[in-house]
């Protein structure tokens, strides 16, 4: 069940992630219609980008302080262009929810390792929680609690019990009280609910 649950959440992820990048894509088009100088900016930074990575390869690493100061040079001049605008400098990335893992559900560790992010782990929290019916507590709890539900007749014959079914509750309701607020405590012994299902 928990691998459907996180194989489920990792699908929706990829969706997350797709939608926001083909979302930047289109956001780019209209800026570069806009402002053309922009997509002159990105092709030259990007073939910068191949530039340095052919140097590091070829351990040619005299060039790379004049390739890394051009490419500081045109990111000074995209962030002036788009200030200037009126947009903001991380208008050109993507609209991520979760930002730690961009939305892939996964961070490095520093050690070649990923690791669940916490936004993942979340969901797979809430997911639990849902499926353990507690996502009800704000409407089923002990202040919500109606006795009255429950006959305040006795009936041994039908109960096998010298107790109405409402003073029995009432108890019952009592030892959990009680072991809520003595959880810490470990002479508190453990309550144990049996019975059919469906049953209250």
């Known amino acids: 069940m928990a691998n459907e ?23 780019k088009k209209d800026l570069y219609q806009e402002l053309p100088k922009l997509q002159q900016i990105d092709e030259e930074l990007n073939s910068f980008a191949i530039l340095t990575a052919k140097n590091i390869l070829l351990h040619n690493l005299g060039s790379l302080d004049e390739l890394n100061k051009k490419i500081e040079n045109l990111k000074y001049e995209k962030s002036c ?92 309701r009592q030892k959990c009280l009680e072991f809520v607020e003595n959880f810490d405590d470990s002479n508190t012994k453990n309550l144990l609910f049996s019975g059919n299902t469906g049953l209250r």
Do not use: W
């Open 5 to 27: 649950v996180l194989h489920s959440l990792l699908k929706e992820y990829e969706q997350k992630k797709l939608r926001a990048e083909l979302d930047l894509e289109k956001r």
């Open 81 to 172: 262009i788009l200030q200037n605008a009126g947009f903001s400098i991380d208008f050109l990335k993507p609209n991520y929810e979760c930002f730690v893992c961009n939305d892939t559900g996964y961070v490095s560790n520093g050690n070649d390792k990923s690791v669940m992010c916490n936004c993942l782990k979340q969901k797979l929290l809430d997911a639990s929680f849902y499926k353990s019916n507690m996502a009800n507590l704000d409407r089923e709890n002990f202040d919500t609690f109606k006795e009255s539900l429950f006959s305040d007749e006795v009936d041994v014959a039908k109960y096998r019990f010298n107790v109405s079914p409402r003073q029995n509750i009432k108890n019952i």
